[in-house]
């Protein structure tokens, strides 16, 4: 009769060939099981996007343009980030500087309503002896200097405040020949006449013996008047929503 032998139990070994504890193995792979392996699939996604890193934060970078022409063309200029001080379009820019072609050399560029400088930076490129600004946000002026200083610009003056108000008491400062550039805030372009007979008001007082050009950047369907004191239309080019008229002194 055959003896009934116990039957001889596999022993499990390591890589080592030491016995292994089976429990142990257990543990480890329970341990290894991802802890919402037994969830719904809806609630597995959430916790899978909760578990990783969070997304990366893109941080806009702070608006940009380019000087077109001259000692500093290629310079990158900061732009305040508001609407009001939107800034010309390049071509626009690139209008008028070829329109006033040789007479920018040498002379004082006034730029009203400057925003964050950029004409008044590019007539000092193209040859414009000094620049005076005039501007009122806070946020615009601080970039308008940033901008200034990062150029490395001194022949220039700023002043922060409101134009109209400024403007009476530093005609008399101003020296010939002059170039004056308004361009009253984009906000108010469309459907508001008021502000456009306040600049209208300014040129009047503009002495001819001083300002030789003045350029209105306007609403393209703005009407405007052919002599505003002692000056004279000399021409309207039109940019899209945009327009540039050209004030010369009246010829006696």
Do not use: W
Request: glycine residues 6%; contains cysteine.
């Amino acid at each position: 009769m055959a003896k009934n032998t116990p039957k001889k139990t596999q022993s499990l070994k390591d890589s080592k060939g030491l016995p292994q504890n089976p429990l142990k193995k257990s543990l480890k792979q329970k341990s290894s099981d991802k802890p919402y392996s037994n969830a719904p699939q809806n609630l597995q996604k959430s916790f899978q996007n909760n578990s990783s890193k969070p997304p990366k934060i893109k941080i806009p970078k702070k608006p940009t343009l380019r000087i077109l022409g001259g000692i500093y063309k290629g310079k990158s200029l900061q732009m305040a980030d508001l609407e009001i001080t939107r800034s010309s379009k390049a071509i626009l820019k690139e209008s008028f500087f070829n329109t006033l072609g040789a007479a920018l050399g040498g002379v004082n560029f006034i730029e009203f309503f400057a925003g964050s400088g950029s004409i008044g930076i590019e007539a000092l490129s193209r040859g414009a002896k000094n620049a005076i600004f005039f501007e009122n946000n806070q946020a615009s002026y601080r970039t308008l200097t940033q901008n200034l200083k990062s150029l490395q610009i001194t022949a220039y003056k700023a002043y922060f405040g409101d134009t109209f108000k400024l403007y009476p008491t530093l005609l008399e400062t101003f020296k010939s020949p002059c170039i004056a550039y308004l361009d009253p805030p984009f906000d108010f372009r469309n459907n508001a006449q008021g502000i456009y007979q306040k600049c209208f008001a300014m040129i009047e007082h503009f002495n001819p013996d001083i300002f030789k050009i003045i350029t209105l950047e306007h609403y393209f369907n703005l009407e405007i008047p052919h002599f505003i004191g002692d000056f004279c239309l000399h021409k309207t080019k039109k940019f899209g929503k945009s327009a540039l008229s050209y004030f010369y002194v009246v010829e006696s």
